[in-house]
């Protein structure tokens, strides 16, 4: 079946140690997104590519950062985690943000930071 | 930023009740997402509505945007335990625009 897969999970991580969360699809979708999700909270966008266009929300921090370097990957980069970047993160996709807006999402990692 | 109101917060329900919730906003929405989230995994699409008085069912489940475009509504018909779960409306203001969520609808079955 077609899907969008988070690999892993559960991310246990250092306080300040880099992480990298990764999420793969199989609908040839053009655009990906990386959303983080605080508990009994909304997903919050933080970045999207459109293609290789990279898109970055205004209010993300620099500690976040992504790579895509082919259509399926995208990567999450967190390069010193804090103790409130604990939260889960959500990958999505959609096939086109110009047309039908429909978001498919991934399991989630669920990310703890020690 | 532009905001959802979703209501209620969360509802507390007997087995078979039929279940409505609602999300508004000041704005006009070009396209209206229901999603349901259930612990530990990511939200999945439920319905998706793109025009202005639309009503679409999936099952037992109808959604329908608002002839304003600044509202939308789900419906549950006689719920059942799978139910329970964190429902989130998400809008759209216009097509190429990211999608902005509410702040979601916990339902919960009381046994």
């Known amino acids: 079946d077609a899907m969008v897969i988070q690999n892993p999970r559960y991310q246990v991580t250092q306080f300040g140690k880099p992480v990298t969360l990764s999420c793969s699809q199989t609908l040839n979708h053009n655009v990906m997104y990386w959303y983080q999700q605080k508990s009994s909270q909304a997903p919050k966008l933080l970045f999207h590519?459109?293609?290789?266009?990279?898109?970055n929300e205004a209010d993300t921090p620099d500690n976040f950062q992504s790579r895509r370097p082919n259509t399926s990957f995208c990567f999450l980069d967190i390069r010193s985690p804090g103790l409130g970047d604990a939260a889960m993160y959500l990958c999505a996709t959609s096939r086109d943000p110009t047309g039908t807006y429909e978001q498919y999402f991934g399991p989630g990692t669920r990310l703890t930071v020690t | 930023g532009q905001q959802l109101n979703q209501s209620p917060q969360s509802m507390f329900i007997q087995e078979g009740e039929d279940v409505s919730m609602n999300c508004t906003s000041s704005s006009i929405f070009n396209t209206w997402l229901w999603y349901k989230q259930d612990p530990g995994e990511g939200p999945v699409l439920l319905i998706a509505?793109?025009?202005?008085?639309e009503l679409t069912s999936n099952g037992r489940l109808t959604a329908q945007f608002g002839i304003t475009r600044k509202d939308s509504f789900l419906n549950i018909s006689a719920s059942i335990p799978s139910d329970v779960g964190i429902y989130f409306c998400?809008?759209?203001?216009?097509?190429?625009?990211?999608?902005?969520f509410g702040k979601g609808t916990r339902l919960h079955i009381l046994p």
């Open positions: 998400a809008g759209q203001l216009r097509r190429d625009d990211k999608i902005i």
């Open positions: 590519y459109y293609d290789k266009d990279f898109n």
């Open positions: 509505l793109y025009k202005a008085g």
